[in-house]
């Protein structure tokens, strides 16, 4: 099962969920590869991964093998970014195919794992198309504000638009709210507004604000490993769990 983590709003917590939804995983005993799809590293750094290492974009440019570029953390399979996929980015728009160079990736390696989760940058660039046309699902996170709200209007139209053209069977999985302060009114006038008027199916678990989710990438580790303890670590495994029995549904 191949889940993308989008939202075109930055900063909604798309790279916490995807590296501790996976960590989380793994934990229950399934295999996880994470993919880093975001130039930004974010996810590579906060697993301790050194930005110069070989990463994805020498995958899909093709100078290097699958084999050559994961590293194992935490019992978990991470195919790295760095930087330089920014620049292989732009090297692939004259590939014939592009919008498929990820998913014949993952199709030479999808029978290894029970999970790939693909982190994505905010950006409405190649990347996030090679990601949604690859995934079978996508899955939102998002703050409790306004404007993670307008990211979630912009994802979905995107969606639409790669339904459409490259990728028929792609659905949308549901939507995380994370760093929930339900003491704030506004967290849960955000929630009931999207309920009200729009059709998201939300999981049934939320993540609190919890510093230790926010302390754990300084450490280079998930929260499950930094702070099993946690109440970040406890709800994204609550999250896992409602992800495995979605799949065996
Ligand atoms: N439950 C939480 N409690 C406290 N802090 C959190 C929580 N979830 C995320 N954060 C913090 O919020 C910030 C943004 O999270 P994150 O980097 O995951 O967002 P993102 O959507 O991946 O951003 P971008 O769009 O730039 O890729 C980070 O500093 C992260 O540590
Ligand atoms: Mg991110």
């Known amino acids: 099962m191949v889940i993308a983590v989008a939202n075109h709003k930055g900063g909604t917590g798309k790279t916490t969920t995807a590296l501790n939804l996976g960590a989380a995983l793994v934990v229950k005993q399934k295999r996880v590869l994470l ?11 906060s697993l301790g991964l050194p930005e110069d290492c070989i990463d994805i974009s020498y995958v899909l440019s093709g100078e290097k093998e699958f084999s050559e570029a994961i590293q194992n953390i935490e019992g978990i399979d991470v195919l790295p970014a760095t930087m330089r996929l920014s620049d292989v980015e732009l090297s692939m728009f004259d590939v014939e195919d592009r919008e498929f160079l990820l998913k014949n990736l993952i199709s030479t390696v999808q029978s290894n794992y029970d999970f790939i989760l693909i982190d994505c940058s905010p950006a409405r660039s190649l990347l996030t198309v090679n990601a949604l046309t690859a995934a079978d699902y996508v899955m939102s996170t998002i703050l409790l504000d306004v404007l993670s709200i307008q990211g979630l209007m912009h994802i979905v139209r995107t969606i639409e638009e790669i339904k459409s053209v490259l990728n028929p069977p792609l659905e949308f999985l549901g939507v995380l709210a994370v760093n929930v ?29 919890n510093v230790k989710v926010a302390e754990a990438p300084s450490h280079g580790q998930s929260v499950v490993a930094y702070a099993p303890k946690s109440n970040g670590a406890k709800e994204y495994l609550l999250l896992a769990e409602e992800i495995i029995d979605f799949k065996n549904k």
Request: hydrophobic content about 35%.
């Open 35 to 45: 993919i880093d799809l975001d130039p930004q590293g974010n996810l590579s750094y």
């Open 181 to 209: 302060d339900l003491r704030k009114k506004l967290s849960k006038e955000v929630i009931d507004f999207i309920k009200q008027n729009y059709e998201f199916s939300f999981f049934e678990t939320s993540i609190r604000v």
